[in-house]
Structure formats: structure tokens, C-alpha cells
T-cell receptor, first 116, second 116 residues
């Protein structure tokens, strides 16, 4: 059974800092990995999706890396801003041989607070 | 594109009543929709996978008779919580996967259910 763990559970940083969120998964047979953002009481916003054959994806100040063999992904946020404050969720879809099994397994999330 | 809506956004009901939550893909056809539940300060847990025109597949531990799922069209899936009890109070989120597209899931904004 796939298990996804995120470290740290919570992080508080001053504005402008670069930061790294960590995600690990137990079954390396993943189809893809996604990072999401969730604001309090809201749904999910997809930030980055990394296919199993890729090593990283970038969008603006965000960069996500994937090391499938070690079961790890990191989300790097550059020059953090108060508006980045949210819960960040990592999720994987298990698959094999280029076929997705379709189900997302989520980590517990990292609660990020960026203070001015 | 790829917008998913949920209705209602929040609902309060008395114990013993049934509540229906709708999930709609507004600008694309979704062959598969997923229903998740999120308890406070916890991550999303997949409840069931809903395929258009067929019976939903429930995750282990989710009661089929309590959480009725119908996916009657390519743009609409409904979740009915039958005989709701206070322990069913949670945040319910749906997602939709585009027909013929990549494995990206697009998430709705969620429905907050409170059972008194």
C-alpha cells in the first residue's frame, strides 16, 4: 500500500526566504506526482505535475523535483511571500508499465506560514 | 478551462437526514470522477471512484449504502450521504479526470457538511 509522508508538518518563515518542502513515498512504481496548494476551507489548486519519467518541473518561483528511485520529491519555493501561506499537499498516482491506476494518494500536508 | 464546481458549498442538516452533493465539470467531459473526504487538519482520503454509466468503486472501509454515488452523465456526479450523523461532518471534495486526456485530476472547491 502506497504511503506518502510530508516533512515538516508546519513551517513558519519570514518573507523573502527560500524554502524546501519534502515529500516521500513508499512505492516507487508511481505514474506521476503532483503538488497542490490548499487555502483554509477551500479546494485544491494544482501547482506542478511531474511525470514518472521526469526529474523536475518549474513554474514561476516554484520548482519541484522527483527522485523516483529513492521515493522522494521536493518543492522549492523561492523568495517566499505572505500570499504563499497555505497548506501544501503532495500526492502520487500509482501505476506501472506506462499505465495509471488513477488513484491519488495524498500526504498529510505542510502548513506554510510566511510572515511579513 | 477544466473547471469543476460543487454544490452546495456548505450545508447544515439534522441527524438522520440525507444530503446530496453535486460535482460538475463545467467545460469538459469527465469519464471518471473521484470523491474525497477531508477531516479537520487531515489530508484527503479517497472514498470512491465514479465512472460514467457504471457503478462506483469504493475504497476499503467506505460504506456503499451510506455514501451513494451516481455518475449519470459525463459532466455530473452526485454523492448522497444517507441518514447522516455527526461523525459524517467533514469537507467533501470531488475531482474530475478529462476524457481522453492526461491523468490530471481537476478539483472542485469542496462542500462543508455539518450534521447536528
Amino acid at each position: 500500500k502506497q504511503e506518502v509522508t510530508q516533512i515538516p508538518a508546519a513551517l513558519s518563515v519570514p518573507e523573502g526566504e527560500n524554502l524546501v518542502l519534502n515529500c516521500s513515498f513508499t512505492d516507487s512504481a508511481i505514474y506521476n506526482l503532483q503538488w497542490f496548494r490548499q487555502d483554509p476551507g477551500k479546494g485544491l489548486t494544482s501547482l506542478l505535475l511531474i511525470q514518472s519519467s521526469q526529474r523536475e518541473q518549474t513554474s514561476g518561483r516554484l520548482n519541484a523535483s522527483l527522485d523516483k528511485s529513492s521515493g522522494r520529491s521536493t518543492l522549492y519555493i523561492a523568495a517566499s511571500q505572505p500570499g504563499d501561506s497555505a497548506t501544501y499537499l503532495c500526492a502520487v498516482i500509482v501505476g506501472a508499465g506506462g499505465t495509471s491506476y488513477g488513484k491519488l494518494t495524498f500526504g498529510q500536508g505542510t502548513i506554510l506560514t510566511v510572515h511579513p | 478551462g477544466a473547471v469543476v464546481s460543487q454544490h452546495p458549498s456548505w450545508v447544515i442538516c439534522k441527524s438522520g437526514t440525507s444530503v446530496k452533493i453535486e460535482c460538475r465539470s463545467l467545460d469538459f467531459q469527465a469519464t471518471t470522477m473521484f470523491w474525497y473526504r477531508q477531516f479537520p487538519k487531515q489530508s484527503l482520503m479517497l472514498m470512491a471512484t465514479s465512472n460514467e454509466g457504471s457503478k462506483a468503486t469504493y475504497e476499503q472501509g467506505v460504506e456503499k449504502d451510506k455514501f451513494l454515488i451516481n455518475h449519470a452523465s459525463l459532466t455530473l456526479s452526485t454523492l448522497t450521504v444517507t441518514s447522516a450523523h455527526p461523525e459524517d461532518s467533514s469537507f467533501y471534495i470531488c475531482s474530475a479526470r478529462r476524457a481522453g486526456g492526461r491523468d490530471t485530476q481537476y478539483f472542485g472547491p469542496g462542500t462543508r457538511l455539518t450534521v447536528l
